[in-house]
């Protein structure tokens, strides 16, 4: 149990110590109240210890496997590229680890007590802290529950951290499988998708919607589809998944109308869902949905005066900026400022995968479901100078816009993305979506030459009537 000072009392005690949990913490401190983490395994959560910095880094290291294969190209001698990954897991590992003492010392140095033990809301604002050895009772004025989420499982796969495996498992591997099997093609299915494939593995991926990437528009789903099969990763969707045979060193999958794959390893990527296992004592009155999310307002306060929740634990998008956006709310309202509510559907999305894709907003085809008529306008990034010189040109940069009256493009509703470093070219969409900008206003500002980001003041600049490259 780690704890610097005898108080027990709070202004706010919060149980969980990952995005959620560190960002209510961080700014509620900033603020000046008095704050406590209550965090069972390590401070930073499934984000720092087995989400998006250990996959963004094997991404990385794809990506450069990926660029010195491609060398030659650009008259670069540098032979056939050989992955020793035993040497990537200690970078990542170390990536990992600095990140970590870095949140550890930032949040010691603003005076937030850390508990290390399973949090528990025994009501009346008080939480029994169970450590390794001993309890202890903190009482905060406020109660924050981030206790996040845990990946899905499906029901005849068997985690077993060698053939059937869940992220958590993927981002320890000592070595890289040579076939793998993903079943889910969304986010982070499409993520492993590109790394296993970029790190030589054979990869098959089984989606049981229509399409991978259910949520991104049909244009940015074609190009990573396409990317995909060019690169040899097997996509099947549409499939569902009946069970697998194990044969010793891998397995055989079965999917589909009795099609299988056999393989060495079964990644599954079906989702995640809430972890509220121990985290609220009887009659606790705080209330859980069908769907074992902790219920809150749009303000995040749940159905107990003085008890909060933030991040993966409520049925808000499972991102670790979400959760950010919902602890600084949290506070805002613990400490009586006004707050205005997340929109949750112009929050920013970004997928690592390669390509990259990055949205924000409607789809066209959600706009049109939902009645609106839409003017819209692509920029294949193989008009773009950057993208050409890097040798990058798969994708484009797409903007919905809502069609005024005179026919004319109006404010813009979405800004989708698929191509080269997108997920860093996202800001400028991010902002016109949320600031509910025209392509006038936006068209109004300089994109500096030559730079992917050229292609979205493109885009914009063409839906106003009056593109340089664009028609
Ligand atoms: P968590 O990060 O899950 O943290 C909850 C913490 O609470 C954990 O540390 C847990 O140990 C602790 N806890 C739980 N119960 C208790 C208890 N009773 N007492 C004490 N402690 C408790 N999001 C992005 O935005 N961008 C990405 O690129 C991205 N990539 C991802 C890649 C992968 C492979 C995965 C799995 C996820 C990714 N995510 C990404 C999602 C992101 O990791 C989560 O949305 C984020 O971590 C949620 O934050 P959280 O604080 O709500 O929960």
């Known amino acids: 149990m780690v704890t610097t000072t005898g108080s027990n009392e709070f202004d706010v005690v919060v149980i969980g110590g990952g995005p959620a949990g560190y960002a209510t913490a961080l700014y509620g401190a900033s603020a000046g109240l008095s704050v406590a983490v209550v965090e069972r395994e390590k401070m930073g959560g499934t984000c720092l210890h087995r989400g998006c910095i250990p996959a963004k880094e094997f991404l990385e290291t794809a990506s450069v496997l990926r660029t010195v294969a491609g060398a030659k190209e650009f008259g670069v001698e540098a032979g056939q590229p050989v992955l020793d990954f035993s040497v990537s897991q200690g970078r990542k590992q170390k990536v990992v680890d600095t990140l970590y003492k870095g949140l550890v010392g930032l949040m010691k140095g603003r005076g937030i007590e ?46 077993d951290g060698t053939v059937v495996l ?136 749940t159905s107990v005066e003085g008890v909060w929740a933030a991040g993966d634990v409520v049925n808000t998008p499972q991102l670790a900026h979400v959760g950010f956006a919902e602890g600084i709310l949290v506070i805002k309202g613990i400490l009586g400022e006004p707050t205005i509510p997340v929109e949750y559907g112009r929050v920013p999305w970004c997928i690592y995968c390669h390509p990259e894709v990055a949205f924000v907003g409607m789809s066209e085809g959600q706009a049109r479901a939902a009645g609106i008529d839409v003017v819209v306008k692509k920029d294949p990034f193989g008009g773009n100078s950057r993208a050409r010189i890097v040798g990058e040109t798969d994708g484009l940069v797409k903007v919905v816009c809502e069609k005024s009256a005179d026919g004319s493009a109006g404010r813009i509703l979405g800004v989708h993305m698929v191509g080269p470093w997108v997920t860093e070219q996202l800001g400028q969409g991010y902002m016109a979506v949320n600031w509910e900008a025209t392509p006038d206003e936006i068209a109004q500002f300089i994109q500096p030459h030559p730079t992917l980001s050229e292609s979205f003041g493109e885009t914009v600049m063409a839906l106003t009537g009056r593109g340089l490259h664009l028609g």
């Open 166 to 301: 869940t992220s958590d498992e993927v981002l320890s591997l000592e070595k890289e499988p040579a076939s793998v099997a993903i079943i889910g093609g969304g986010a982070i299915g499409c993520e492993f998708a590109s790394m296993f494939s970029d790190l030589g593995s054979q990869v098959t991926v089984l989606e049981a919607l229509p399409t991978l990437l259910t949520g991104c528009d049909d244009d940015v789903v074609a190009v990573v589809n396409r990317s995909f099969r060019k690169r040899g990763i097997a996509v099947h969707t549409g499939v569902t998944v009946s069970g697998h045979s194990p044969n010793g060193s891998g397995t055989t999958v079965s999917f589909g109308d009795g099609e299988s794959v056999t393989v060495d390893a079964v990644i599954l990527s079906v989702g995640r869902r809430p972890l509220t296992e121990g985290l609220l004592a009887d009659g606790s009155g705080v209330v859980i949905d069908e769907r074992g999310f902790v219920q809150v307002d749009e303000h995040m306060r």
């Open 114 to 159: 850390s508990f290390i033990g399973s949090g528990q809301l025994l009501g009346g604002g008080r939480v029994r802290v169970a450590g390794a050895e001993e309890s202890v009772e903190l009482t905060g004025r406020h109660v924050v529950l981030a206790s996040g989420s845990v990946p899905r499982t499906i029901p005849g796969f068997d985690v």
